[in-house]
């Protein structure tokens, strides 16, 4: 696979050989699947749809499965009876927001053989879409923390005597396929948002000072305030 | 909203005023590390959906692959709960509470 960004036409080609795209699409799928178990069918109607969704009999059970869990989590792990409320009034949007991004990325694997040429809101369509993949190739392999994630993708998965099975070492393959695709489009994305305020950010990538630059938003000091003169939030509360 | 100067004065209070204690309850937004989730792609998200410098979005998700979590946002009830269906929809793990039920969030 290559993959090509065209800044200035704002646009990225993703040249793919047969068996990639095949793969790609097949694992797309499966995650699609995934998150349309259970979705019951929308009502025509769109007044019906809207006044089930907001049907207080509805029921909206928590994933068993951890895969489908992580893709749609609890809005408070402490609150179960909260995160229930929650899930029951957004999970279904969850579900589609998310099924929208895998379809148009499914589309657009249909310009193959010729490169796939994204434009932004498509790659960032690929961008949401890789991520909910490799959340699903993580929980299915037990990637569940940073420790597991440098042991099972190390030089060796085997080193401390660990059990990797052939199922399981595909399963990595494809994760280091997608996360090397998602790594590209998200470079490409990030290379396209327009510049910070010179006055506020003063064009600074240092990152090597951060710890100890005594910001305001010193963890755990209590008195953080996000809302910094830079971000969008002061007008919200 | 907050309560009207000289309200006492007025014949007719307005009682829309009620509500204001509730809505004052602030809430947090927090996300927290996964093995997953690319450091370029929690800056993306971040520098996006909340529009922080690129700055900020990287201290966020500094915090969050070294501390574990990080408050990325403060406000309403409604508002955290659409941050975090947000972050939920780009396959962030995130949270949403009132900001004084723990002292890490």
Redesign the interface.
């Known amino acids: 696979m290559r993959i090509i960004p065209d800044p200035n036409r704002g646009r990225i080609a993703l040249q793919m050989e047969d068996p990639e795209q095949t793969i790609i699409t097949t694992l797309l799928a499966d995650v699609s699947q995934l998150l349309s178990a259970d979705l019951p069918e929308p009502d025509d109607d769109p007044f019906l749809r809207l006044v089930g969704h907001l049907d207080p009999d509805q029921e909206v059970t928590r994933p068993r499965d951890p895969a489908l869990l992580?893709?749609?989590?609890?809005?408070?792990?402490?609150?179960p009876q909260r995160s229930a409320e929650?899930r029951r009034l957004?999970e279904r949007?969850?579900r589609e927001?998310?099924l929208h991004s895998i379809r148009i990325a499914l589309h657009s694997l249909g310009q193959h053989p010729a490169p796939i040429s994204l434009d932004r809101d498509t790659a960032h369509a690929w961008?949401?879409a890789l991520?909910?993949v490799?959340?699903v190739l993580?929980s299915r392999v037990g990637?569940?923390?940073?420790e597991?994630?440098v042991r099972l993708l190390g030089d060796d998965p085997h080193a401390d005597g660990a059990e990797v099975s052939e199922t399981e070492e595909a399963i990595l393959s494809l994760y280091e396929l997608t996360?090397w695709l998602?790594?590209h489009i998200?470079?490409f994305?990030?290379d396209g948002?327009p510049d910070?305020?010179e006055d506020?950010?003063d064009g600074?990538?240092d990152?090597g000072d951060?710890p100890g630059d005594g910001?305001e938003?010193a963890?755990?000091a209590?008195g953080?305030?996000?809302?910094?003169p830079?971000?969008?939030?002061g007008d919200?509360? | 909203m907050t309560e009207q100067e000289g309200a006492t004065a007025v014949a007719e209070p307005d009682v829309r005023g009620v509500t204001a204690p509730v809505r004052d309850v602030p809430w947090v937004t927090v996300v927290l590390n996964d093995p997953v989730n690319l450091m370029s792609y929690v800056e993306f998200v971040f520098r996006e959906y909340f529009g922080y410098t690129r700055e900020k979005a990287r201290r966020l998700m500094l915090e969050v692959h070294e501390r574990g979590r990080s408050r990325v946002s403060t406000g309403s009830r409604e508002q955290m709960e659409k941050d975090v269906q947000a972050m939920h929809g780009y396959g962030l793990w995130a949270e949403c509470r009132p900001s004084d039920d723990r002292g890490d969030a």
Do not use: N
């Open positions: 992580r893709l749609l989590p609890d809005a408070d792990s402490s609150d929650y957004t949007d969850l927001s998310k961008m949401r991520t909910d490799r959340l993580a990637i569940a923390s940073d597991d994630a996360t998602q790594e998200t470079q994305m990030l948002l910070d305020g506020l950010d600074d990538d990152l951060l910001d938003d963890h755990g209590g953080d305030d996000p809302r910094g830079d971000g969008p939030l919200r509360g």
